[in-house]
């Protein structure tokens, strides 16, 4: 096989790799269950802050993004955050099993800025928090969970 062919076939390759892990069917699941109980949050302000920065992987209020987020394997990615964000803390499902293990963590991500990941605020920069906005929140959760 000369050079020529050789590419050609690992293009025929990528390609079709391509379109076919498009067949799968994780990553299509884009739901919304419904909301069922939240916080009672102390001010209107703290839950527009944490639905600007945390809703989309810990609510049922999924914002499922940008048209390339639905594509393999970009979606299988978003799915599993959403997915494990859900299981680990849910906004949307608080009196039914959604508060985070130790209410604490809620404070702690934020102090470490561990929270949202990296990865997210790359392509989300509308979920960026400024400090201030951070040390509001910070507040916000401190005294929502005193409520
Ligand atoms: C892009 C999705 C995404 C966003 C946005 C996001 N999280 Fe998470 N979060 C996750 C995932 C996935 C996990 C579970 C895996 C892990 O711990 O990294 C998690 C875990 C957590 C946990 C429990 C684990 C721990 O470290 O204690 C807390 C608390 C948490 N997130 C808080 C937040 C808060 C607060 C925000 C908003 C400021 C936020 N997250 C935004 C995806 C997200």
């Not at 599993?80 to 099993?97: A, K, P, Y």
Request: aromatic content about 8%.
């Amino acid at each position: 096989m000369n050079i020529k062919k050789i590419v050609i076939w690992g293009a025929v390759i990528l390609v079709g790799g391509f379109l076919l892990i498009q067949l799968a069917p994780y990553g299509r699941n884009h739901t919304n269950p419904p909301v069922q109980s939240e916080p009672n949050w102390d001010s209107p302000q703290t839950r527009a802050l944490a639905k600007t920065a945390c809703f989309d992987c810990h609510s049922n209020e999924t914002n499922w993004g940008r048209w390339y987020e639905s594509v393999a394997p970009a979606s299988w990615l978003v799915q599993r955050d959403v997915e494990e964000g859900r299981q680990n803390l849910n906004f949307s499902e608080w009196n039914q099993g959604g508060k985070p293990r130790e209410a604490g963590d809620l404070i702690e991500v934020l102090q470490r800025g561990s929270m949202p990941p990296a990865q997210y605020l790359l392509l989300h920069s509308e979920a960026k928090l400024t400090p201030d906005e951070i040390n509001q929140l910070i507040a916000g959760f401190q005294a929502t969970l005193k409520n």
